[in-house]
Structure formats: structure tokens, C-alpha cells
């Protein structure tokens, strides 16, 4: 078997690739990559399909072993990585030779790294996808200790190179995420007050959904308040959707999100800036503009 | 019959209309138009949310849309009571003596209540497939159980609030469980994997002691 093997999985490490698209009246949400840019950056890289399977590791921690001779690439969250001394640069295609360990340590900046492979990590498929979805249990089970992973056979052009300058960020400070108000606004007495000051993730972050709180030193922004506490019959929920439940703490929906929710929806993060709030890590604080 | 097109993000819209039957109806002909841009449909208990390719014209979408809901009918056509799926249960769940003392029933009652009504599947949420059923006798809405099972087997039959619902898959539930069935109501191999879909009619039928009469 091409492959690889999961010597350690660091905090967490999951298949991913693009989901599972156009099953959400069965309650099967997408899924797939939750930073679907750095992604697909990935396997352009590399030569691959878009949606071939790469491993998307949280936090660093992760160390493979090539079962044979592996190109591979790492985007996403700028984790050091190694293979015995030398250092691996990031974005960069390198080749890991059969009996080999590429070691990931802790991202400076951002949340999530994506370690793609030439030919795609080729677990077998669920509802056409290969992603782990954590909300549904979809998909194969997070990575572990041991596990072997078969690469499935290269296709395309081989790697490539792409300018640094297309690397999108892994940010420090407070990214700036820009929202379309609705579909809900209107249950709120004050829907821009979203836009007002800073949020912060909270540690009770996922894939499902990041938490945001105002931060403590910051008692005079304003809460989100609704109109009224009228109960909203469930109802389809889109990627990068904010849904204000009771508490007022509002969820910014990433990629295992459910497909319908019982909260209302203030706004959306349009589509590529859902991918930088899903490497905004917690403790980091976050602002919100209009299109 | 109203019709709202509401914004949801860059690449969707969410139609707002006044019954489960005109959202059921509507999904039905906006999957018949078979529209290229359209990549997923979510059907609710009173919205669909139509979600599109990067970069669909979604003002053009909308009146689309606003077109095909136009004269939708008072009933949705052909997913009517007579097509209910019967599901057999064998009324044996732990919490069905809660749920009696609840519904201030004796045992017998709560199992008349459940099966002399029809049941309407109107969103599907919590996992796949897990379908939330309306339209039951309202003695049986009790509330939620104060604490969650960690794991609620396949097949297990459930009340909480105004729903009552089948768990399509093993999974931790806060439900009060009543009763088992053998029907299998997800399946990742049959399209759609999952056999509840929204506007579903639904007809519950005890099998407790053996084959319905």
C-alpha cells in the first residue's frame, strides 16, 4: 500500500475534502474542509482534483510516517513542520521518502493546517464524500494513533507554485469579516449593533460553530437584543450564518453546521471570509462590517 | 398566501411562506424546474431555503422563485394522508410510564393518542434524517427529560414538546423514548437516504403484542 500512517494525531485531526453537498432536506449538512480556501490552495499545489481528501489537523501535534514515496504539501495555519532536522517551508510541495516522518508543531497564527497528498488520502467514501462530519458522526472517525491512510493514484499535472502573496491570512489582531444582514434582522431592536466593536471566540468553539462573546473589558458594547421572545419555527440555515439564540451569544456557523436552526439569523459572513473566521483561534477577537 | 423572499448570505435565499403545505408544495416545483444555479433545498415547517451556485443573480433568483409560487395550492398535491407511512412500534420504552403520569393517561391512553392521529414530518434537524413530526394530540406534549441519554438506539420512538419523532440512527437524545420500531428510516445506500422528507404524513400503529389487528 502508498500511503501514510498516523503516528500521532496531535489535538485534532480529521479527513476532509468538499463535503457532501445537496442532501440537506435528508438533515445531511456539507461538511468537508472548514477553510475550503487554504483547501483547495492545497491541492492546486499539488496537481489534484479540487476535492481530493487531504487531513486537516487543529492546533499542530500531528506526526506521519510515509508508507512509500509521498509528495505532500501544507497550507492553511503556518504550523512548523520537519522532516528529521530539516525544516519544511509552508505552501511549498516537498517529497517525504518511504519510512520517513514529517513532524507538525504548533501554528503561530490561525487554527487549522491542511496536509494534502498527490493523489488524495483515499478512505473509502460516505454519501459521496470522504469528510468527517462532527456534528452527524458522517464520515470516517477522527484520526488516531496507528491508522493507515492508502493515497489514491495521482491524476493531473503534478505540483505547482503559486505566489505567497495568494496565502490568505492566518491573521493576528481582529480580522474583519464582511456580512450581509438577514434573513432574521428584523427580530432584533438594534441588528447593526452586530457591527459595533469587537467579539471574542470563545474556547467553546468547533467545527459547528464559533462562539462569540463581547470582550470583558468592554462592558458598554451593546448586547444583541430581540424585539420579542417569539419561538421562530426551525428553518434552513446556510454556512456563515450568526444565530442569536436567547443567551444573546452569537454562533457564527461553520462547516458541520446543522441544516436547520430554531434561532434567528442576523446575518451572513459571505463565503471566503467564513474560511478566515474558521482560523481565528479562541481568545481571538473579531470584527463584523456590511458588504 | 404570502410569499417573502428574505436575504441569507451571498449565495441563498430564504422564501418565507404560510404553511408547511405551501413550503412542501413550493420545494416540489422548484425541484421540478430542476434550475442549474439551485444546489441544495431546505425545506421547513413554514420557509424554503434555496441555496445556489457561487454567483448566482440572486435578485433574478428571487423572482424566479416568487414565479413558481404563484397560485401554490392550499394542499400539497400527492403527499397526501393516504400515502402516510405506517411505522409499527412496540410500545416498550423506559419513559412511557413518565409520560403517561405527564399526560395525566393511563399507559393504554398514551398509546391510543399516539396512533389515532396522524403525524406530519415539518423540518428534519438534529442529525440526518431525524425528522420532527407535528400534528399529534396535544395530551402528549410533555416536556423534555431534565437529563440526556448518552446513546438512544436506532429506532427508538420519542415525544418532546409538540414532536414526536423516530431516531433514524443511534445517537445521545434528551427524549422521551415510548416505544421501538424495526423500520429502518435512514439508509446512506437509497436516495434519499433518508425516508422522512418534509410534508411526510406519518401513521403510527401499536404492534406491542404482536401483528396489528
Known amino acids: ?95 517525504l521518502a518511504a519510512g520517513q516522518d514529517l513532524r507538525l508543531g504548533v501554528p503561530r497564527t490561525g487554527l487549522r493546517s491542511y496536509l494534502a497528498v498527490r493523489g488524495g488520502v483515499h478512505v473509502p467514501t460516505v454519501l459521496g464524500s470522504r469528510s468527517t462530519d462532527t456534528l452527524s458522526g458522517l464520515g470516517p472517525a477522527p484520526l488516531t494513533a496507528g491508522d493507515q491512510l492508502p493515497t489514491g493514484r495521482p491524476d493531473g499535472a503534478g505540483s505547482t507554485s503559486e505566489p505567497a502573496t495568494e496565502v490568505h491570512d492566518t491573521e493576528q489582531g481582529a480580522p474583519i469579516l464582511t456580512v450581509t444582514l438577514g434573513p432574521r434582522d428584523d427580530w432584533f431592536i438594534q441588528p447593526t449593533d452586530l457591527l459595533v466593536g469587537e467579539w471574542v471566540v470563545s474556547p467553546n468553539s468547533n467545527r459547528v460553530g464559533i462562539r462569540l462573546d463581547r470582550p470583558e473589558s468592554a462592558a458598554d ?31 457564527l456557523f461553520l462547516a458541520d453546521h446543522p441544516v436547520t436552526g430554531g434561532y434567528p439569523v442576523l446575518a451572513v459572513v459571505r463565503g471566503t471570509d467564513v474560511d478566515r473566521a474558521a482560523q481565528a483561534r479562541p481568545g481571538q477577537r473579531l470584527r463584523f462590517a456590511l458588504q | 398566501m404570502s410569499v417573502r423572499v428574505l436575504p441569507a448570505g451571498d449565495a441563498a435565499l430564504l422564501i418565507e411562506l404560510d404553511s408547511l403545505d405551501a413550503a412542501v408544495s413550493l420545494t416540489r416545483r422548484v425541484r421540478a424546474a430542476a434550475l442549474p444555479a439551485v444546489v441544495d433545498l431546505v425545506p421547513a415547517a413554514r420557509t424554503l431555503l434555496v441555496q445556489t451556485a457561487d454567483g448566482t443573480d440572486l435578485s433574478a433568483m428571487g423572482r424566479t422563485v416568487l414565479g413558481l409560487a404563484s397560485d401554490l395550492p392550499r394542499q400539497a398535491p400527492d403527499v397526501g394522508a393516504a400515502d402516510a407511512l405506517v411505522i409499527e412500534v412496540r410500545y416498550d420504552g423506559p419513559d412511557l410510564p413518565a409520560v403517561a403520569e405527564a399526560a395525566g393517561l393511563n399507559r393504554a391512553s398514551v398509546i391510543r393518542a399516539h396512533t389515532e392521529t ?28 431534565t437529563e440526556s441519554r448518552t446513546t438512544v438506539p436506532a429506532g427508538a420512538v420519542a415525544l418532546a414538546g409538540e414532536f414526536s419523532a423516530v431516531y433514524p440512527r443511534p445517537s445521545p ?26 410534508g411526510r404524513w406519518v401513521r403510527f400503529v401499536d404492534v406491542t403484542d404482536g401483528s396489528p389487528s
Open chain 1, 1 to 95: 500500500m502508498t500511503g501514510l500512517e498516523i503516528v500521532r494525531p496531535g489535538p485534532l485531526s480529521l479527513i476532509e475534502d468538499l463535503g457532501r453537498p445537496g442532501l440537506a432536506s435528508s438533515g445531511v449538512g456539507r461538511s468537508g474542509a472548514a477553510d475550503r480556501t487554504s483547501f483547495l490552495r492545497a491541492n492546486r499545489l499539488l496537481g489534484n482534483p479540487g476535492n481530493a481528501a487531504a487531513i486537516e489537523c487543529t492546533l499542530g501535534g500531528l506526526v506521519i510516517r510515509a508508507l512509500g514515496d509521498l509528495e505532500l504539501v501544507i497550507t492553511g495555519a503556518p504550523a512548523p513542520a520537519k522532516v528529521d532536522r530539516a525544516s519544511i517551508d509552508h505552501g511549498v510541495p516537498f517529497m
Open chain 1, 221 to 251: 458594547q451593546p448586547a444583541l437584543r430581540r424585539v420579542d421572545d417569539t419561538e421562530l419555527p426551525s428553518e434552513g440555515v446556510v454556512l456563515g450564518s450568526i444565530q442569536v439564540p436567547p443567551s444573546g451569544q452569537p454562533v
Open chain 2, 173 to 198: 437524545g434528551g427524549w422521551q423514548l415510548i416505544g421501538t420500531t424495526d423500520m429502518v428510516l435512514w439508509d446512506t445506500e437509497a436516495d434519499p437516504p433518508a425516508l422522512l422528507q418534509p
Open chain 2, 118 to 145: 396522524l403525524w406530519r414530518a415539518a423540518f428534519i434537524g438534529f442529525a440526518p434524517g431525524f425528522a420532527y413530526l407535528t400534528g399529534g394530540d396535544p395530551r402528549l406534549r410533555v416536556p423534555r427529560r
